[in-house]
Nanobody, 124 residues
């Protein structure tokens, strides 16, 4: 069992930055793939970024590539999402997700555990 707790969301102006953190409990964290997803009002949840268990490979949605960076610190059981050059369309609830690798970091179905989410609001 893994519990995930996101933090770092907030209100920021367009062009600004935020760093999200996701603290995980459980001894299996270091062996799991991790991902960040987001859901804007009236829209479906969408993939943002994913990272391999050892941090060796990262994956990004086209909409955030070059602006967002996912990283992890297995010694601290924490995964991060550094978000730069934020845009109003990045406004959403951001969710952290964890699960054993099953072939597709981009699919929510690969992840077994989810956090409660943290709100990110970007004003224009």
């Amino acid at each position: 069992q893994v519990q995930l707790d996101e933090s770092g969301g907030g209100l920021v102006q367009a062009g600004g930055s935020l760093r999200l953190s996701c603290a995980a409990s459980g001894r299996t964290f270091s062996s799991y793939a991790m991902g960040w997803f987001r859901q804007a009002p009236g829209k479906e949840r969408e993939f943002v970024a994913g990272i391999k268990w050892n941090g060796g490979n990262t994956y990004y949605a086209d909409s955030v590539k070059g602006r967002f960076t996912i990283s992890r610190d297995n010694a601290k059981n924490t995964v991060y999402l550094q978000m730069n050059s934020l845009k109003p369309e990045d406004t959403a609830v951001y969710y952290c997700a964890a699960g054993p690798y099953r072939g597709n970091y981009y699919s929510a179905r690969m992840y077994d555990y989810w956090g409660q989410g943290t709100q990110v609001t970007v004003s224009s």
